[in-house]
């Protein structure tokens, strides 16, 4: 098979020129690096490809190797570089920053953590307008809990199977991915629910996402009616009904799961889930790590495009443009409910922090990344549908503006992930024909862009 797919498909590989000329590496010899990363950096910090790459230098979509190679990076360092590498506007905010104030901490007031504060929440409405900064996104969700918790004054969280909220013990429980769970006590408290995946569920049709692209599956449901929909709604209900009290602290999700391979759920399921959740007496919680800051091209948050409101958001990755940030926004209420006691986070919100933060939000706007996200994106999307349809081992391409999955399978029919063998072999001829994308899935099927 692999002879075959290699046989029709050009891998000459012709790239956008580019006039950025990179600095020469002056730092140790490859060999070296290899040596230290294998006796001094954890062994858990895995790393990509047969042979790692030891990049150099990143400008915009681009990046430079120790020899110079240049790459188009369609992974974005974990769907985290969002308005491109070593942005000016934002380095130049950032140097000047470092000259005047890198740290106080936010128990004196500075300019920027104000300004910030202001120019993010403005951008969500109303009653999301309190804001709690952190320095990841596991720390965000964790945070995040420990509010519905207190809020609420409930235990039970609900979150999708093939989640990912973060590797700290308390996200762990509802991260929802076997290949992140350790053997340790977790999750205590924590409820997964069926994953409302259209394509790899058991229920799915020809009209479910919300997405330039559908499923090959067919289906015969009517205008405005969605049989996957209702289907996974009543299993929605069996959880609630089975798994956790008559009263719940709330329900996670991602608008589009991630790190899972860009998941999407029928367009009403989260909105009629937020409704059952509040009944419940539990909050809603939207993960915007990955969905946030236009990406999705048509909104400028993922729960936008479900037509929700959630009660407590949190964002990271994209929010400072690789620089270590997160954030929670909630309502008053809740936020209140977190200063009863003592609670604090010596880097969150720092001068530096809140800096880049508002270079990324004005590098957004002035550069129109949410409109190109939808152009962009868009593109992708239909030309990945035509690869879908030439060959059978494309099964799935799906997802919005500039977060998309393509899942690899041995055939359509079975819908079988395709064997590690040949989707590395597929993986590793990108890189070295210059693209750098990324990989997720329960079986690291699903190319991410």
């Given at each position: 098979r692999q002879q075959k797919w290699k046989s029709s498909v050009s891998t000459q590989p012709t790239m956008p020129p580019c006039d950025f000329v990179p600095e020469e590496y002056k730092s140790y010899p490859y060999e070296r690096m290899q040596k230290i990363r294998e006796q001094n950096i954890s062994p858990s910090l895995r790393m990509y490809y047969k042979k790692p790459l030891l990049l150099h230098q990143g400008h915009m979509q681009w990046l430079f190797d120790y020899e110079g190679q240049r790459y188009l990076d369609l992974f974005a360092g974990i769907v985290t570089v969002s308005v491109g590498h070593c942005h000016p506007k934002v380095t130049m905010a950032t140097q000047k920053q470092l000259s005047r104030l890198w740290h106080t901490t936010n128990i004196y007031m500075h300019p920027s953590i104000q300004?910030?504060?202001?120019?993010?929440?403005?951008?969500?409405?109303?009653?999301?307008?309190v804001v709690y900064l952190t320095n990841s996104g596991s720390e965000a969700n964790d945070l995040a809990m420990f509010m519905a918790r207190l809020y609420t004054r409930n235990f039970d969280i609900i979150s999708f199977r093939g989640a990912y909220h973060g590797g700290s013990p308390y996200t762990l429980g509802l991260t929802s991915i076997g290949l992140y769970k350790h053997g340790v006590a977790?999750?205590?408290?924590?409820?997964?629910?069926?994953?409302?995946?259209?394509?790899?569920?058991?229920?799915?049709?020809?009209?479910?996402?919300?997405?330039?692209?559908?499923?090959?599956?067919?289906?015969?449901?009517?205008?405005?009616?969605?049989?996957?929909?209702n289907q996974y709604i009543e299993q929605f209900k069996d959880t609630l009904n089975t798994s956790v009290p008559k009263t719940i602290a709330g329900f996670i999700a991602e608008p589009i799961q991630g790190v899972n391979g860009a998941v999407q759920y029928p367009r009403s399921f989260l909105k009629e889930a937020y409704q059952l959740v509040r009944e419940r007496g539990g909050v809603c919680i939207s993960d915007e790590?990955?969905?946030?800051?236009?990406?999705?091209?048509?909104?400028?948050?993922?729960?936008?495009?479900?037509?929700?409101?959630?009660?407590?958001?949190?964002?990271?990755k994209g929010i400072g443009n690789g620089y270590p940030m997160a954030a929670v926004?909630?309502?008053?209420?809740?936020?209140?409910?977190?200063?009863?006691?003592?609670?604090?986070?010596?880097?969150?919100g720092s001068p530096l922090a809140c800096v880049v933060g508002a270079a990324v939000l004005d590098a957004i706007e002035e550069d129109g990344l949410q409109k190109n996200s939808e152009d962009v994106g868009t593109y992708m999307l239909l030309e990945l549908a035509k690869l879908r349809d030439k060959f059978e081992i494309v099964g799935d391409v799906r997802g919005k503006g500039l977060m998309i999955g393509v899942e690899m399978v041995t055939d359509k029919d079975s819908r079988q992930p395709l064997p590690a063998e040949e989707i590395n072999q597929i993986w590793e001829d990108c890189k070295d024909m210059g693209v750098l994308i990324g990989r997720g899935g329960l079986y690291s099927q699903v190319l991410n862009l």
């Open positions: 300004e910030y504060a202001e120019k993010l929440t403005s951008l969500l409405p109303d009653p999301l307008k977790n999750g205590f408290g924590c409820s997964t629910t069926i994953l409302p995946d259209v394509f790899r569920g058991p229920w799915g049709g020809s009209h479910c996402r919300d997405s330039p692209v559908q499923t090959v599956r067919k289906c015969s449901c009517s205008e405005g009616a969605c049989h996957a929909n790590v990955q969905t946030g800051f236009g990406r999705t091209g048509s909104h400028f948050w993922g729960f936008q495009t479900h037509d929700v409101v959630p009660d407590i958001v949190t964002l990271a926004v909630t309502t008053k209420e809740i936020a209140s409910s977190l200063a009863q006691n003592l609670h604090f986070n010596t880097f969150g």
